[in-house]
């Protein structure tokens, strides 16, 4: 088996926390993970969107996935983190409560997402990874973006 072809068959994603459930993005997506810090409130923007921060001096939005996914809120923890993720030209910080692990996976181990009624997050998701023992629910970062 050729390199090219062991690259496209793994997949590496950031593992993270909301609530008692596992989420992943492509690492690729991901530009670095913060420690939750002061944010400035921006008026008028809707209740997902906790305000601004002002990192290594690019202003980034931040998003309450909780808040997103109209998930139970939480007052912040010491294990709540700010995964400043990207594509193109946007760039935002998503607010999670634990940002777990990176995890090599085979392509093959994502299937398509559930159909499940009623989910408000499902349009997010991208797929389910089988992972061992754990399922972790694939979020589709475009799709995140695309309501920004």
Do not use: C, H, W
Request: glycine fraction near 6%.
């Amino acid at each position: 088996m050729s390199e090219m072809t062991v690259l496209t068959e793994e997949l590496k994603l950031i593992v993270f926390q909301l609530v008692d459930k596992e989420y992943a993005i492509p690492v690729n997506q991901v530009r670095s993970i913060e420690k939750l810090q002061y944010i400035t409130r921006v008026p008028k923007t809707p209740p997902y969107v906790k305000g601004v921060i002002n990192l290594r001096g690019v202003v980034t939005p931040i998003i309450d996935l909780r808040s997103k996914f109209d998930l139970t809120p939480a007052e912040p923890s010491d294990g709540t983190r700010v995964i400043i993720a990207g594509l193109q030209d946007k760039e935002v910080g998503l607010i999670v409560d634990a940002a777990n692990d990176v995890l090599d996976v085979s392509r093959d181990s994502i299937e398509p997402p559930p159909e499940v009624v009623g989910v408000v997050e499902a349009e997010y998701i991208g797929g389910v990874v089988k992972q061992d023992r754990r399922l972790l629910i694939l979020l589709q970062l475009d799709k995140i973006l695309q309501s920004l």
